[in-house]
């Protein structure tokens, strides 16, 4: 088992680029989430992909935005990127039963805006 | 009330010695509390977690204690080792909005040998 993989692991982007940012979660898991790590800091919720929709959404503005596939795999874009935006953005997978689940969580891709 | 708050920011703990780190929380809606470490250029990894139902658990040298009237939690290392250096975070959940981890800020754990 591969368990969650992400690409790619570095990326240097210029601001007002657009960047996407790919994940492929662990077999048999259905359920995508996406994290913002700054340095130092603790990861910050994203949004949540299931079933190819948009679940839940974190206080990010629209610039963010992704998508899921049929095989569960899902992207992260961002629009417009700002310096602010240079971040560990991490893929976390889980597996949808209606309780709490461990989510398991991908090396990230380190996002640098210059 | 969404927020959780972890503390201390960084540990310095001798080998051999008990690392304890704490988190409180104010959302009672909360009922999944794991603990995860993370290395250097790595994501998290799930350490052990808590439901609200019991008061303890543990996993070989890590132990979560769980007070549930003062809404804190906390993760202990027993026999610490310099491979437990690494950042640990605290993170809670609710059934109603599952897999939306809330994470604390973080603790710079350093064990010398």
């Known amino acids: 088992d591969a368990g969650v993989t992400q690409s790619p692991t570095h990326l240097i982007k210029t601001r007002g680029q657009q960047v996407t940012l790919r994940c492929s979660p662990k077999?048999?898991?259905?359920?995508v989430s996406w994290y913002q790590q700054a340095l130092g800091q603790g990861p910050q919720f994203i949004f949540q992909?299931?079933?190819?929709?948009?679940?839940q959404r974190g206080n990010f503005p629209d610039r963010f935005s992704g998508h899921q596939f049929p095989n569960y795999s899902s992207e992260l874009n961002v629009n417009a990127l700002l310096l602010g935006d240079s971040a560990l953005y991490l893929c976390?997978?889980?597996?949808?039963?209606?309780?709490?689940?461990?989510?398991?969580f991908g090396q990230g891709t380190r996002l640098t805006v210059v | 009330q969404q927020q959780v708050k972890q503390s201390p920011q960084s540990l310095i703990v001798q080998k051999g010695g008990i690392s304890i780190i704490n988190c409180a929380y104010e959302n009672t809606a909360f009922d999944y509390f794991p603990w995860y470490q993370q290395f250097p250029g790595k994501g998290p990894a799930l350490l052990i977690a808590?439901?609200?139902?019991?008061s303890e658990k543990k996993e070989g040298r890590f132990t979560i204690s769980f007070n549930k009237s003062a809404k804190q939690f906390s993760l202990h290392i027993m026999d610490s080792q310099p491979g437990d250096s690494a950042t640990y975070f605290c993170a809670a959940s609710a059934a109603y909005n599952t897999d939306k981890l809330i994470f604390g800020t973080g603790t710079r754990l350093q064990v010398f040998p």
């Open positions: 808590i439901r609200p139902d019991v």
């Open positions: 077999s048999g898991h259905d359920t």
């Open positions: 976390a997978s889980s597996l949808r039963t209606g309780l709490n689940t461990e989510a398991f």
């Open positions: 992909y299931y079933e190819e929709e948009e679940r």
